[in-house]
């Protein structure tokens, strides 16, 4: 296999003229020469060592991005997103999927910043875990340090510049609309407990609702159509009164009709059912779902345009708005 020292030799140049070329430095090289070095790689079929490349250009060409998990219909808009301006910036993007596992993400975090990548994005919900944040801003702050960028979406504990989602805003959105159609026993699929999205989310609902949601009414699960579906069916067993189910992402929400449709309960006759994020498929199910847009793929561009931007001196916070989606899923509550 052929070397750089290979093709200097043969373009008859010195090895940083080559490199100058083959990795296209911005330090000028006389046209002569540059057509005999890319001769000779032509010739010798000379293939570049991306490492190498990374490292002589004066740009970071990858940007890595921490998903919680890209099958996640949230994170895949989300991460189109962010695809789509980085694409536009000539930037490769690197998708790490860490399950919602805090160690795991310090680990991405430290394999990213040895890989010298331009930014670092992560991609989903903080974590109220104050060991867990002290260990990912410190690993963090160290790969800053070297010139990296950050950039986060959702409330997290972490210096970087942050694209905020109307997390609270749109739970508050949903339950002044239940209120409003008479709804006061609700019960509410969460997501994990760990989470701040799941946290600001029944936030926002018992203020939407005028009132705190009774512990007894929530279920905490994966964010999932399983973990939905399972968790409906506890609250069903545990509190047959429900008059509405809140599920806190759309996949959740899935789930519960699903569930109630298996036990021939009528939504939303009998009981109604909304989610969050509208997600492709919630206005597909049967019936169609009522729930909280936010502007996901949106949420992506935005955080990579702060992230592949120059330092701004100070951390900035964006906040992107939610909007309530009516479909016919929910109705009012029953006499």
């Not at 000379?46 to 996640?72: E, I, K």
């Not at 960028?149 to 959105?173: C, K, M, S």
């Not at 609902?205 to 939905?228: H, K, M, Q, S, V």
């Not at 969050?276 to 793929?297: E, G, K, N, S, Y």
């Given at each position: 296999?052929?070397?750089?020292?290979?093709?200097?030799?043969?373009?008859?140049?010195?090895?940083?003229?080559?490199?100058?070329?083959?990795?296209?430095?911005?330090?000028?090289?006389?046209?002569?020469?540059?057509?005999?070095?890319?001769?000779?790689?032509?010739?010798?079929?000379?293939?570049?060592?991306?490492?190498?490349?990374?490292?002589?250009?004066?740009?970071?060409?990858?940007?890595?991005?921490?998903?919680?998990?890209?099958?996640?219909?949230?994170?895949?808009?989300?991460?189109?997103?962010?695809?789509?301006?980085?694409?536009?910036?000539?930037?490769?993007?690197?998708?790490?999927?860490?399950?919602?596992?805090?160690?795991?993400?310090?680990?991405?975090?430290?394999?990213?910043?040895?890989?010298?990548?331009?930014?670092?994005?992560?991609?989903?919900?903080?974590?109220?875990?104050?060991?867990?944040?002290?260990?990912?801003?410190?690993?963090?702050?160290?790969?800053?340090?070297?010139?990296?960028?950050?950039?986060?979406?959702?409330?997290?504990?972490?210096?970087?510049?942050?694209v905020l989602p109307a997390n609270e805003e749109g739970a508050?959105?949903?339950?002044?609309?239940?209120?409003?159609?008479?709804?006061?026993?609700?019960?509410?699929?969460?997501?994990?407990?760990?989470?701040?999205?799941?946290?600001?989310?029944?936030?926002?609902?018992?203020?939407?609702?005028?009132?705190?949601?009774?512990?007894?009414?929530?279920?905490?699960?994966?964010?999932?159509?399983?973990?939905?579906?399972?968790?409906?069916?506890?609250?069903?067993?545990?509190?047959?009164?429900?008059?509405?189910?809140?599920?806190?992402?759309?996949?959740?929400?899935v789930g519960a009709l699903n569930l109630l449709r298996a036990?021939?309960?009528?939504?939303?006759?009998?009981?109604?059912?909304?989610?969050?994020?509208?997600?492709?498929?919630?206005?597909?199910?049967?019936?169609?779902?009522?729930?909280?847009?936010?502007?996901?793929?949106?949420?992506?561009?935005?955080?990579?345009?702060?992230?592949?931007?120059?330092?701004?001196?100070?951390?900035?916070?964006?906040?992107?708005?939610?909007?309530?989606?009516?479909?016919?899923?929910?109705?009012?509550?029953?006499?």
């Amino acid at each position: 296999m052929a070397t750089l020292a290979d093709v200097a030799r043969r373009a008859g140049v010195s090895p940083a003229t080559a490199s100058r070329v083959i990795n296209g430095s911005s330090k000028p090289v006389a046209e002569e020469l540059r057509e005999r070095v890319l001769k000779a790689v032509a010739e010798l079929r000379y293939v570049p060592n991306a490492h190498a490349q990374l490292l002589a250009r004066p740009q970071r060409s990858v940007v890595g991005v921490l998903v919680h998990d890209v099958s996640d219909p949230y994170f895949a808009e989300v991460t189109r997103g962010l695809q789509r301006v980085a694409t536009e910036r000539g930037r490769l993007v690197i998708i790490c999927n860490s399950y919602r596992d805090p160690e795991r993400e310090v680990e991405y975090v430290d394999l990213l910043r040895a890989q010298q990548v331009a930014a670092i994005v992560l991609a989903g919900s903080g974590y109220h875990d104050p060991t867990v944040n002290a260990l990912l801003d410190e690993r963090l702050a160290a790969y800053a340090a070297t010139g990296g960028r950050v950039a986060v979406i959702g409330r997290h504990r972490h210096r970087g510049d942050a694209v905020l989602p109307a997390n609270e805003e749109g739970a508050r959105l949903l339950g002044a609309e239940l209120r409003r159609l008479g709804h006061r026993a609700v019960g509410v699929l969460a997501g994990p407990r760990s989470l701040t999205t799941t946290s600001d989310r029944i936030a926002g609902l018992g203020a939407g609702l005028g009132e705190p949601l009774p512990e007894a009414w929530i279920r905490y699960a994966d964010f999932t159509r399983d973990g939905g579906s399972r968790a409906t069916a506890e609250l069903l067993d545990a509190a047959p009164g429900l008059t509405a189910i809140v599920a806190l992402n759309d996949s959740m929400a899935v789930g519960a009709l699903n569930l109630l449709r298996a036990r021939g309960v009528r939504v939303p006759a009998e009981v109604s059912v909304v989610g969050f994020d509208d997600m492709p498929i919630a206005a597909d199910v049967t019936p169609a779902l009522t729930t909280v847009r936010l502007p996901l793929a949106e949420l992506g561009a935005r955080a990579m345009t702060l992230a592949l931007e120059p330092a701004a001196g100070r951390d900035r916070v964006e906040s992107l708005p939610a909007e309530l989606v009516r479909r016919d899923s929910l109705g009012p509550a029953p006499a």
